[in-house]
T-cell receptor, first 114, second 112 residues
Framework: EAQVTQNPRYLITVTGKKLTVTCSQNMNHEYMSWYRQDPGLGLRQIYYSMNVEVTDKGDVPEGYKVSRKEKRNFPLILESPSPNQTSLYFC?????????????FGQGTRLTVV | GNSVTQMEGPVTLSEEAFLTINCTYTATGYPSLFWYVQYPGEGLQLLLKATKADDKGSNKGFEATYRKETTSFHLEKGSVQVSDSAVYFCALSDPSASKIIFGSGTRLSIRP
């Protein structure tokens, strides 16, 4: 089954404790992206990757890192989480870039930083 | 820059009512337009799309027409069901910036 898998689904952590949210897709998509969803703000892009070893900042990259060592995986790293990073996070992948194609989303990771 | 504006929610309707969720956009060039739906506890999934002016996207009884003259892509359904309760996002593709731009989402609740 074609899917994007994120882990964990739920995470509560403390300020400053490094964490990684994993994202994996089994569709051989080149383009992957991370979003955060906050009430009234829709989805905002954090980082994206157009291919292996190619990553770039989105609209709200501060406090986040990513890596793309393999095509299927695109982990999101919070080196020193802060309470303003409490949010719902989604990973998405796209076939053939983004122009006219649909995004495939993971089920989301709800992160709470206390 | 490119942007998407959609009507604020929540929207509450009775079953079998007619639905319209308004969406307007600002864009340079000719973006593709999308509606995504997010059911409770799930990620977003594509509902329908249109890639050029006057195209009509349709799926599961929902429709939206790409109107370049009014820069709109309103979502409609003739008779909603309880199972349509979800959050709906209008979006456009911006290839020059390598991203999809989403509206803020509209929560729809359908009463039996």
């Amino acid at each position: 089954e074609a899917q994007v898998t994120q882990n964990p689904r739920y995470l509560i952590t403390v300020t400053g404790k490094k964490l990684t949210v994993t994202c994996s897709q089994n569709m051989n998509h080149e383009y992957m992206s991370w979003y955060r969803q906050d009430p009234g703000l829709g989805l905002r892009q954090i980082y994206y990757s157009m291919n292996v070893e190619v990553t770039d900042k989105g609209d709200v990259p501060e406090g986040y890192k990513v890596s793309r060592k393999e095509k299927r995986n695109f982990p999101l790293i919070l080196e020193s989480p802060s309470p303003n990073q409490t949010s719902l996070y989604f990973c998405a992948s796209f076939p053939r870039g983004i122009a006219n194609t649909e995004a495939f989303f993971g089920q989301g990771t709800r992160l709470t930083v206390v | 820059g490119n942007s998407v504006t959609q009507m604020e929610g929540p929207v509450t309707l009775s079953e079998e009512a007619f639905l319209t969720i308004n969406c307007t956009y600002t864009a340079t060039g000719y973006p593709s337009l999308f509606w995504y739906v997010q059911y409770p506890g799930e990620g977003l999934q594509l509902l329908l799309k249109a890639t050029k002016a006057d195209d009509k996207g349709s799926n599961k009884g929902f429709e939206a027409t790409y109107r370049k003259e009014t820069t709109s892509f309103h979502l409609e359904k003739g008779s909603v069901q309880v199972s349509d309760s979800a959050v709906y996002f209008c979006a456009l593709s911006d290839p020059s910036a390598s991203k999809i731009i989403f509206g803020s989402g509209t929560r729809l609740s359908i009463r039996p």
